[in-house]
């Protein structure tokens, strides 16, 4: 047990310190080819952010352990909202006036909706990856013609004011993009063979190491970039981490690994975590929209998200002891 656990702690290290150079990269990169602030962060950031959940779904998928691919997913997007956002919210309430993450809190409701539809028969088949994929590559389009309007958006500005802050040559900048990329893929080769080897030492299945774990795991980048937004004031940036990742997750990430393998999906994913994370997203819409001005997340409602958080945890921490 001492291998797999090295493995898996010294994985995570390594994943969110190249999701980190990754994500730099990434974004310095599209600023060198005159990618828009706006589109840098609502595309290249967000996917980003989710690469690791990305590569450590997919390798999962390839290798037969579809409660890992599945548990990372679903578990990252509850992660996100519970954890990373209460977390935020209760350290500096967030007030969102991006008409653009207005617009994406009813397409997460129903991209969550397609994905609770998609596990009720009790599996992700090849035909409902692809219609994730097909989902994802519209989104990506009306994203991308959205951004390329060039209208005046707050995530545009604070995104511009990032970068403003320094932006690493182009050579550089490629270079971290390359070696993010390739020590991601290393990184969650060692989490992903770690997790399944304590998983099957303690008798417990790959979902539930999946859903703690791994999820938490590969949600860091988006919880130190969220953390670090809201201190600076960039309340759309923290929150636009959050969207674009679960998007990205439900959408692509889910999509891969059910492109490369079918996945199982046991009663338990529709009935408690799908639940869990539909309630969560629909939270998210009634405290984030702002019906009536620029939306907001108190220290009261980030604290209620912490609680539902650590409740479902603790739920599922009974299936570990």
Same mark, same amino acid.
């Given at each position: 047990?001492?291998?797999?656990?090295?493995?898996?702690?010294?994985?995570?290290?390594?994943?969110?310190?190249?999701?980190?150079?990754? +994500?730099?990269?990434?974004?310095?990169?599209?600023?060198?080819?005159?990618?828009?602030?706006?589109?840098?962060?609502?595309?290249? +950031?967000?996917?980003?952010?989710?690469?690791?959940?990305?590569?450590?779904?997919?390798?999962?998928?390839?290798?037969?352990?579809?409660?890992?691919?599945?548990?990372?997913?679903?578990?990252?997007?509850?992660?996100?909202?519970?954890?990373?956002?209460?977390?935020?919210?209760?350290?500096?309430?967030?007030?969102?006036?991006?008409? +653009?993450?207005?617009?994406?809190?009813?397409?997460?409701?129903?991209?969550?909706?397609?994905?609770?539809?998609?596990?009720?028969?009790?599996?992700?088949?090849?035909?409902?990856?692809?219609?994730?994929?097909?989902?994802?590559?519209?989104?990506?389009?009306?994203?991308?013609?959205?951004?390329?309007?060039?209208?005046?958006?707050?995530?545009?500005?604070?995104?511009?004011?990032?970068?403003?802050?320094?932006?690493?040559?182009?050579?550089?900048?490629?270079?971290?993009?390359?070696?993010?990329?390739?020590?991601?893929?290393?990184?969650?080769?060692?989490?992903?063979?770690?997790?399944?080897?304590?998983?099957?030492?303690?008798?417990?299945?790959?979902?539930?190491?999946?859903?703690?774990?791994?999820?938490?795991?590969?949600?860091?980048?988006?919880?130190?970039?969220?953390?670090?937004?809201?201190?600076?004031?960039?309340?759309?940036?923290?929150?636009?981490?959050?969207?674009?990742?679960?998007?990205f997750n439900t959408l692509a990430v889910v999509g891969i690994a059910g492109a490369i393998r079918p996945l199982a999906a046991g009663p338990e994913v529709f009935h408690r975590d799908m639940m869990v994370m539909g309630v969560l997203?629909?939270?998210?819409?009634?405290?984030? !929209?702002?019906?009536?001005?620029?939306?907001?997340?108190?220290? +009261?409602?980030?604290?209620?998200?912490?609680?539902? !958080?650590?409740? !479902?945890?603790?739920?599922?921490?009974?299936?570990?002891?």
């Open positions: 047990m001492t291998l797999p656990l090295l493995a898996l702690v010294s994985g995570l290290a390594l994943l969110v310190w190249s999701a980190d150079r990754f +994500v730099e990269g990434s974004a310095a990169t599209a600023r060198h080819l005159g990618m828009p602030p706006l589109l840098i962060g609502m595309v290249i +950031v967000g996917f980003g952010t989710s690469a690791p959940e990305m590569v450590v779904s997919a390798l999962a998928a390839w290798q037969g352990n579809p409660g890992i691919a599945l548990g990372n997913a679903y578990g990252s997007n509850i992660t996100n909202i519970a954890l990373i956002l209460g977390l935020t919210a209760l350290i500096k309430p967030i007030v969102v006036h991006s008409a +653009v993450l207005r617009r994406e809190l009813p397409i997460l409701i129903g991209v969550t909706a397609l994905a609770a539809w998609q596990t009720g028969d009790g599996t992700i088949s090849r035909g409902d990856a692809s219609m994730l994929l097909g989902v994802f590559v519209g989104l990506m389009v009306w994203t991308l013609w959205q951004g390329m309007k060039k209208k005046a958006d707050t995530l545009g500005g604070e995104m511009e004011r990032e970068l403003a802050a320094g932006v690493p040559p182009l050579r550089r900048a490629i270079f971290w993009l390359a070696v993010g990329l390739a020590l991601l893929i290393v990184s969650s080769r060692l989490l992903v063979w770690g997790a399944v080897e304590i998983a099957h030492g303690l008798g417990i299945g790959d979902l539930v190491i999946g859903l703690t774990v791994v999820a938490v795991g590969t949600s860091l980048p988006e919880l130190a970039s969220s953390l670090v937004a809201a201190r600076k004031g960039e309340h759309d940036i923290a929150l636009g981490n959050i969207l674009g990742s679960n998007l997203t629909l939270s998210l819409f009634l405290f984030g !929209y702002g019906f009536r001005g620029p939306g907001r997340i108190n220290r +009261v409602e980030g604290s209620v998200l912490l609680l539902c !958080y650590i409740g !479902y945890t603790w739920h599922l921490m009974r299936f570990l002891f």
